[in-house]
């Protein structure tokens, strides 16, 4: 068989934006799926009748069709996609909780400034030359020291309500690092959080994913569906190909892999992860999430916000915990609260806190079961102190945890966010094999868009490519 000019692993967002932008450049492409669906972390699944989406609380990054320079308009032109295919509705409004203190945001970075000045009047200068330095920071897929974001954080703050407040969503929405984010990351989660905005597909992540799906059957992707890699092949420390589960051979120029840093060292054989994989690179957070139908929506429980980012505690703990869950901190989530021209088929409310995968891991499955309802009860019962509390009004539950979410994506640990250590550059020990997604670095649905793109273009795309092929789409 004729080699492929890149195969590409995972059709999680990244993945699928790499097949993407390859195709437009005539690129022969394998893009390997080792499920049935594609989406990876950001996926969905029907459960006795009802619709659920996996990981999406909202899209970070929105801004209105044609905003120059924003992340979602570049990777809409790189992919010749057009803003309105997406139906993305922005929040009114959301909330970041601590101990005594709520600030709102919204898609108006104004709002969030002026709720600084009231809550905070002594931190709102530090709070606007902070806002600042994240718009002027040029970001880049370079190799470079990166500072803590913690650190930098409190060159702009002194009064740590104020920064665990920020941090929280930070932290939340993309850090693999325990208490702390790298700051070219904070930077990036800033900007996508607070000074673009978070927005929903009208229908979930299902009709945004069939967006995707439809144009890459358009190309001529070789899209394979429960086709799990067993072994990556190299020979001198460059990689050629793949082996499948099955058995089948591939081969390849290039391998862009959005498994994840330490997966795909593993892929690579014993030798190769004992050689190039550290303590520090293996991430330790992972996330149990419970989601809640109700009967009614929230708005009519009083709780109105489209997410809340929120610690009961000070100061704010992002760590893994030593028992099963930590529900002093988390996110809870209502996509009904999101515009929308078609109101949704359910109201749901969605809960994540952290959670320790090795110990649930540990657990038999009596004791599993039972520890799953219990602490999701436990959970939401927290997060309810501080909101609306809809227990009375829900009619049919689902709960994820570490266990679930390993199974699903493969994630060593069952890391969300994968390793602490991420390489922008995407280059990886063994010549040829390139990451994609969240260890390469960009953060969130758009980010993990803008990653494959990056990495296609950076990897397998050259400057003697000709004019991308036309798609029949516009931007």
Known sequence: MKPYDAIVIGAGMSGLAAALRLALFDKRVCLLEKHELWG?????????????????????????ARTKGAPLTKVLRQLRLRHDEFRLGEHHHSELRVPGV???FSNDFGLL????????????????????????????????????GRAMLATYLSDPLLIDALLVPLLYYGSAREN????????????????????????GIRPFL???????????????????????????????GVELESGEVLEAACILSSAGYVESMRMCGADAERAHVATTDRGRLSFVESISVLDRDPIALGHTAATVFYSTRTPFRYERPNTLVDTTS??????????????????????????????????????????????????????????????AATTYRDVFTPRTIRRFTGHDGGCVYGSPTKRKSGATPIDGLFLTGTDQGYLGVVGAMMSGIAMANRHVVTASSRTPASTGATT
């Open 40 to 64: 990876g972390l950001n996926s969905f699944y029907t459960l006795d009748g009802h619709a659920f989406d996996v990981g999406l609380h909202a899209l970070t990054n929105y801004v209105p």
């Open 102 to 104: 709520t600030l709102s």
């Open 113 to 148: 400034e002026s709720e600084v000045a009231r809550a905070f009047p002594d931190q709102v200068d530090g709070f606007r030359r902070l806002a600042q330095a994240v718009r002027e920071y040029e970001l880049d897929e370079e190799e470079r020291d990166d500072p803590s």
């Open 180 to 203: 702390d984010v790298d700051w070219s990351q904070l930077v990036v989660l800033f900007k996508s959080i607070f000074l673009e905005g978070l927005c929903r597909p009208e229908g």
């Open 210 to 240: 069939n967006v995707l799906i439809k144009r890459l059957r358009g190309t001529s992707v070789d899209l394979r569906m429960r086709s799990g890699v067993r072994r990556i092949l190299h020979d001198g420390g460059r990689a050629f």
């Open 330 to 391: 988390g996110v809870i989530s209502a996509p009904s609260n999101f515009a929308s021209e078609k109101p949704l088929k359910e109201n749901l409310l969605r809960v994540t806190v952290l959670a320790n995968h090795d110990r649930w891991c540990a657990l038999d499955d009596e004791a599993y079961a039972r520890e799953k309802e219990q602490l999701a009860d436990a959970a939401i019962a927290e997060a309810a102190s501080i909101t609306s509390d809809w227990r």
